[in-house]
């Protein structure tokens, strides 16, 4: 058996012939049954990875193919083949945990997209459950979820660096994760059995931060009626993640500067006295311009960031919202629904301006207030939802009408004349993933014309 086996359980002799022609053609290995029982043997005894099953079928239907399917193989992507006019058939195997459906009459562009899609995706859960275990052994990644060549970049570094010492500086918007890379720095330490002690140097007030980090004396100030040690003292033996280091009082940078360089701390009215901490520092802010500013040292800048980590906004990286959906379905108790095609599409799109966390307060939304088992667009916030109105003055009708089709090849020709036919940009102009870009180019037989 290939990397690229379909498996096709239809009864219908002639569509059957025609959709295996196509998929061999595509450079598939089709294998072919003629009835439920047939499929689920072959099923058994090849395990491909993804099935296409007719529903209405003699004998054994494929719910129950579907059903044996699941059962065995969870991971298996099952897409299934309904009638015109029975999409309803589709929602109740989607609700089984059905890929994506295909309705008849489906044109041969449909069927080679949505069997590379659930080929795409395959790849993605591969790739993912690959780099988790090559990396497992030393560094927890149960959180992290990714598989675009930005987040590998980033898994990368944070495996080589989290056996050092080094002190790491994490820079990137609000919401792509910076805490989740701090953890799993530690888990990847020598200091993994020491403790992780997390400040959000920004949710502190800026008078009871110095004793927050450093600790007090009894009596060194009215309030402080014994001994208490700070952040730095309970992450002794372990790790400090200093979150929005770049909301570092200035008059307090000096005092970090010199528990960095001395492992030493001075706890307000009390003696110095020795640590052993590592220390791993976040920001959403440029601190170079800060330093231009004169809002932060260049001297501390240098010392946090002897090896800087830039983690990716989830614009830039959208090949991960499917992985990312599925796993905060799974984490809030989504277990068992599906994503309708369309909804995933508009998720893909979306331009997410609160990064990771903003796509798994959705996730929750949606399961919350879902109508059905499968999540469909109407489930989406209404942000993400909503599309903004063009004006018909904008796509200037002639009075005689136009042809939907015309519409659509001409917008896509506009988006990629006027970004110099890059596609990845072009797919960002009309808010559509690259993917469904290179299926309308291929439908309509958009070329670049030199």
């Known amino acids: 058996m290939t990397d690229k086996t379909v498996l096709l359980i239809d009864d219908d002799e002639s569509l059957r012939r025609v959709t295996e022609f196509t998929l061999s053609e595509a450079g598939y290995h089709v294998l072919t ?29 494929g719910y129950e193919v579907l059903k044996r399917i699941k059962a065995e193989r969870p991971e298996t992507l099952v897409i299934v083949i309904t009638a015109y006019g029975t999409v309803e ?43 988790r275990e090559e990396l497992e052994d030393r560094t927890d990644f149960s ?74 004396a009894r009596g060194s100030f009215t309030g402080a009626v014994k001994d208490r040690k700070g952040k730095f003292e309970m992450a002794d033996g372990g790790t400090l993640f200093l979150d929005e280091v770049g909301e570092l009082p200035v008059e307090l940078q000096p005092k970090l500067l010199r528990v960095l360089q ?74 068992g629904l599906n994503v309708a095609p369309e909804t995933m599409t508009r998720l893909e799109s979306y331009e997410w301006p609160g990064n990771v966390r903003e796509l798994e307060n959705a996730v ?11 999540l469909e667009e109407r489930d989406l916030p209404p942000k993400i939802r909503g599309r903004r109105e063009i004006s018909c003055a904008v796509l200037n009708f002639p009075e005689e009408g ?22 990845t940009k072009a797919a960002a102009f009309l808010r559509i993933p690259r993917h469904t870009l290179i299926y309308r180019m291929e439908k309509y037989g958009i070329k670049r014309q030199e």
């Not at 459906?101 to 949505?114: C, G, H, N, Q, T």
């Open 33 to 61: 049954a003629t009835d439920g029982e047939e499929g689920v043997r072959l099923f058994l005894a090849e395990t491909p990875s993804v099935v296409v099953t007719d529903i209405q079928m003699p004998g054994m239907s």
């Open 89 to 131: 058939k589709a929602v109740e195997a989607m609700k089984l945990g059905a890929y994506d459906y295909l309705a008849k009459p489906f044109s041969r562009d449909e069927l080679r997209m949505v069997v590379g899609k659930a080929f795409s995706f395959r790849t993605l859960q591969e790739e993912n459950v690959r780099l």
């Open 143 to 216: 959180h992290l979820v990714g598989i675009s060549d930005e987040m590998k970049e980033v898994f990368d570094i944070v495996r080589r660096v989290a056996a050092s010492e080094a002190t790491i500086l994490i820079g990137g918007e609000s919401g792509t994760g910076k805490e989740l890379i701090a953890r799993a720095i530690h888990h990847g330490s020598e200091r993994r059995s020491g403790p992780f002690v997390p400040v959000n140097c920004a949710a502190i007030p800026k008078e009871l931060l110095e004793s927050e980090l450093f600790g007090h």
């Open 262 to 335: 001395e492992r030493e701390i001075e706890p307000v009215g009390g003696a110095p006295r020795k640590i052993d901490v590592r220390v791993v520092a976040a920001t959403n802010r440029d601190l170079e311009s800060a330093m231009d500013e004169g809002t932060f040292r260049e001297d501390l800048y240098y010392r946090l960031a002897v090896i800087p980590v830039h983690l990716p906004p989830l614009r830039a990286r959208r090949s991960d919202i499917p992985l990312l959906v599925r796993h905060f379905l799974k984490k809030h108790g989504g277990i």
């Open 364 to 374: 929750e939304r949606m399961i919350i207030l879902r109508r059905g088992e499968v």
């Open 402 to 423: 136009y042809s939907l089709e015309d519409l659509e090849r001409e917008a896509v020709t506009e988006a990629l004349r006027r970004n110099d036919w890059n596609q």
